[in-house]
């Protein structure tokens, strides 16, 4: 799988809003996960976003989208020719686990790195995983550091980038749970 992060913290970048006023907080109460309208539409994001909220996962998401992207480019998609006719794209604003300290950038970066490494060995194609590290504002004013993960997948037709797209949020699940909580701070 093709994956690669940033940073984008400057004063006028978009902010992670962990405190907005429909957050289902998926930590807490797991079966209100069908109350986030995407889910119904976007198939693999529920599992996708009800294993990143599990109390041993080391992040938790605030919000998600999905849409139908009006252009991308198959090549960073690892992407044969012919097979980029559908797209499918999708968004996961991911913020630290209680315990874990994203209040600085080095932290942050390591996870990222080491997240996107786990990513790229993921023999999957027609998809994609941008990791965009932001600021965040959480409940009560408090500020840390959060991921988007923008996923974008293409197919040949439009049931295979709905495919490619599932299979993206499904690896992105694995591999941040796959992150050992110690394998944060190094």
Not at 163 to 186: I, K, R, T, Y
Request: net charge negative; proline share 6%; glycine share 6%.
């Amino acid at each position: 799988m093709e994956a690669d992060w940033e940073f984008e913290i400057d004063p006028q970048a978009p902010i992670i809003d962990a405190a907005w006023q429909g957050l289902v907080d998926l930590r807490q109460h797991p079966a209100r996960i069908h109350e986030i309208d995407e889910t119904a539409l976007t198939p693999g994001l529920a599992g996708a976003l009800l294993r990143l909220n599990r109390p041993a996962s080391p992040v938790w998401t605030a919000k998600c989208d999905a849409w139908v992207p009006e252009a991308m480019d198959p090549v960073e998609l690892d992407t044969p020719a012919g097979e980029a006719a559908y797209a499918q794209a999708c968004y996961l604003d991911l913020l630290p686990s209680e315990g874990i300290d994203w209040s600085g950038p080095a932290t942050v970066e390591v996870f990222c790195r080491r997240l996107t490494a786990a990513l790229q060995t993921i023999p999957a194609r027609n998809c994609r995983t941008d990791l965009v590290v932001r600021r965040a504002i959480l409940h009560g004013g408090q500020e840390t550091l959060g991921i988007t993960a923008y996923l974008t997948a293409c197919g040949a037709t439009e049931e295979g980038a709905v495919a490619a797209l599932a299979a993206a949020l499904a690896a992105l699940a694995d591999s941040c749970c796959g992150l050992q909580l110690g394998e944060q701070s190094a």
